[in-house]
T-cell receptor
């Protein structure tokens, strides 16, 4: 009965590859987010979707493409992976886009060799 | 954008001690959350507290929105409290659309 689930938990791959991270929430929320945590533990938003519509795109390279097939899912596809993409990626969801708490998944640790 | 500053950056305690973590923010907010990132990397929701005071067991939090700060109190600390504590806020109004801006965190180490 996990509220926000991400797969995979760990992803180890080589530079130049393309990979996807999946996120699903069963809370009935209509807004979902992707955050990136770098090696210094700093967390920063990447994208936000509300009812499958892109709301926030925080100057993320266009190698990163979020896709929301329905409001319970927000996937993150990354093309041509670079060493600097190594980080922990967190998915989150909330009932609306500002006045409600955000609930986070357990994160996906991406390591680029 | 909104600025979020947490203090202290590091805190070392003996088990049983009490502590206060502070979060200052630079603009009006309609969301403020405290998180604990445990040693396994999970972000645990502690409080949703854009204003007022809440308590949950040994933890409590107070946000004074008019003065733009929030405090997290940990009483009778335990080794399992170790980890990184983050404050995150969403700016009221504008085009923030609920995006959380995180502070840099407070690293708490509790020794037995």
């Amino acid at each position: 009965d996990t509220a926000v689930s991400q797969t995979p938990k760990y992803l180890v791959t080589q530079m130049g590859n393309d990979k996807s991270i999946k996120c699903e929430q069963n809370l009935g929320h209509d807004t979902m987010y992707w955050y990136k945590q770098d090696s210094k533990k700093f967390l920063k938003i990447m994208f936000s979707y509300n009812n499958k519509e892109l709301i926030i795109n925080e100057t993320v390279p266009n190698r990163f493409s979020p896709k929301s097939p329905d409001k319970a899912h927000l996937n993150l596809h990354i093309n041509s992976l670079e060493l600097g993409d190594s980080a922990v990626y967190f998915c989150a969801s909330s009932q609306d886009d500002s006045h409600q708490p955000q609930h986070f998944g357990d994160g996906t640790r991406l390591s680029i060799l | 954008g909104i600025q979020v500053e947490q203090s202290p950056p590091d805190l070392i305690l003996q088990e049983g001690a009490n502590s206060t973590l502070r979060c200052n923010f630079s603009d009006s907010v309609n969301n403020l959350q405290w998180f604990h990132q445990n040693p396994w990397g999970q972000l645990i929701n502690l409080f949703y507290i854009p204003s007022g005071t809440k308590q949950n067991g040994r933890l409590s939090a107070t946000t004074v929105a008019t003065e733009r700060y929030s405090l997290l109190y940990i009483s009778s600390s335990q080794t399992t409290d170790s980890g990184v504590y983050f404050c995150a806020v969403a700016r009221r109004g504008g085009t923030s659309y609920g995006k959380l801006t995180f502070g840099q965190g407070t690293i708490l180490t509790v020794h037995p």
